[in-house]
């Protein structure tokens, strides 16, 4: 445990900091999840909606580096592939 007063801030952030990463990966997940549903049930319409909110969540998350910025770009591109 800390014993610092810096250290025992250092933790609340990071704590703080967990939970919203667990929060946006798994909002993340459930949008990807929704998409794959989606194209699967062969609605492309409802499917070219939710690309832009998955674009949306990919991006964010490569932003504050939840996920690398190439892994996000290439995801993107894979989505995207699928849907065509």
Known sequence: MPRTKSAKKALRQ???KRKINAKRKLDLRKVLKEYKNLLETKDKEKAKEQLKTVYKKL???AKVKIIAK???AR????LTKKLA
């Open 14 to 16: 990071s704590e703080r």
């Open 59 to 61: 991006d964010k998350a």
């Open 70 to 72: 190439n892994r996000a």
């Open 75 to 78: 995801l993107k591109s894979r």
